[in-house]
């Protein structure tokens, strides 16, 4: 996300791992557990993890206590992101910033202590989170390739998060031809628990061109086990960016398309529109589903 210059956020860097932490791109990085781990990281123990963060936890809070909007990701299943991003999150939760977390899950291959250790902190990370969305790394396998390389494969998991944070931040940030601001997100993401999110993109002159990029960003094949259904969600928000040749009637047709899916007529839904001048020829939609009841 830092590569991509997104822009409207701070980024902060977490590690206990001193070597790891020296590689990020983010402008403010910042040790845990320095006299815990010396720097040297957790050996993928949970607890060793939210020690760390808890013995950090002034300076976290002195980086964070500003903020209106905080979101936390992390990679579940091993020490520092397990451990610490729970803590992270209650630090949030006291100082009344709303929070978002998104997450991944192990790979099948990483085995079954590590998928138990990764279930149990996203767990605890939903207690004292806003909004959770979780990216089971298992998905990576629908969309790749045997030849597509290990690099590419984590750089599309990466783009969802790039995807789902920029639809987010753009909306308040941007200005557009329906105007969103906090109060609007806040109100959509607020207490609500398990959420999914996707963006979608479709070019070319025609008109459904909108459509389609809906059906591709309520049909995100990297989100969730399958077992969350976002006609369910009590909350929406949807933004559709596109050029000047974007007309009124595709974004009616397309908007109609997406909440037609929710079928709690009592659903939040809340919609935005911005002008892109490099969008033109085509059609962009992000949607982010809130407040989803996950089956089991």
Known sequence: M?????????????????????????????????????????????????????????AIQSCIEDAHMVFITAGMGGGTGTGAAPVVAGLCYDLGILTVSVVTTPFRFEGTHRRRLALEGVDRLKQVSDTMIVVPNQNLFRLVGEKTSFVDSFRLADNVLLAGVRSITDLMTSPGLINLDFADVQSVMHGMGSALLGTGQACHDDECRAIRAAKMALNNPLLGEGNMDIGSAKGMLVNMTGGSDMTLYEVDRAAEYITERVLDPDANIIFGSAYDANLTGCVRVSVVATGIDESE
């Open 2 to 58: 830092v590569a991509s210059g997104l822009a409207g956020v701070e980024f902060l860097a977490l590690n206990t791992d001193a070597q790891h932490l020296s590689t990020s791109l983010s402008p403010t990085r910042l040790q845990i557990g320095t006299h815990l781990t010396s720097g040297l990281g957790c050996g993928a123990n949970p607890d060793a993890g939210r020690l760390a963060a808890e013995e950090s936890s002034d």
